[in-house]
């Protein structure tokens, strides 16, 4: 089911709990679209409690510093934290200098902050899908 469909689609499956999204595009000129996006997501996941999501990050661009990039995802992560959801998949880029700045700051912000849900990054969706859905 189609929740939200613009800058990003958020496409819920409640059979599963899945809340399935792509993140947009991080460049300097466009944090507003980026916050307003992520603000959708956290949105999305209290008002349908949802408990898995997975984001897709194979065709975004991110354009932006490391800090900022930082900053960017350590307050999803906080917002995150103020919602019921268990599990965050995360599908990477083909761009192997840019899964590795991803890795860097997502441990950085892993001893940063104490981050209660379980958080695995794949290759594919289906990878994902499937580690989502494990009990």
Same mark, same amino acid.
């Given at each position: 089911?189609?929740?939200?469909?613009?800058?990003? $689609?958020?496409?819920?499956?409640? /059979?599963? @709990?899945?809340?399935? =999204?792509? +993140?947009?595009?991080?460049?300097?000129?466009?944090?507003?679209?980026?916050?307003?996006?992520?603000?959708?997501?956290?949105?999305?996941?209290?008002?349908?409690?949802?408990?898995?999501?997975?984001?897709?990050?194979?065709?975004?661009?991110?354009?932006?510093?490391?800090?900022?990039?930082? $900053?960017?995802?350590?307050?999803? /992560?906080? @917002?995150?934290?103020? =919602?019921? +959801?268990?599990?965050?998949?995360?599908?990477?880029?083909?761009?192997?200098?840019?899964?590795?700045?991803?890795?860097?700051?997502?441990?950085?912000?892993?001893?940063?902050?104490?981050?209660?849900?379980?958080?695995?990054?794949?290759?594919?969706?289906?990878?994902?899908?499937?580690?989502?859905?494990?009990?």
């Amino acid at each position: 089911m189609i929740i939200h469909n613009g800058i990003i $689609t958020l496409d819920y499956d409640p /059979a599963k @709990d899945v809340l399935v =999204t792509s +993140l947009p595009d991080i460049r300097e000129f466009a944090s507003s679209e980026v916050s307003f996006c992520l603000g959708l997501i956290i949105e999305s996941i209290r008002n349908f409690d949802i408990k898995y999501l997975l984001l897709d990050s194979s065709n975004s661009v991110v354009e932006v510093e490391d800090e900022a990039y930082k $900053t960017i995802t350590k307050s999803f /992560a906080l @917002d995150l934290m103020s =919602t019921r +959801l268990k599990k965050l998949a995360r599908v990477g880029t083909k761009d192997m200098k840019r899964e590795e700045k991803s890795a860097k700051i997502s441990e950085e912000l892993r001893q940063e902050v104490n981050f209660p849900m379980e958080f695995g990054n794949f290759s594919t969706k289906e990878e994902a899908m499937e580690w989502l859905l494990q009990n």
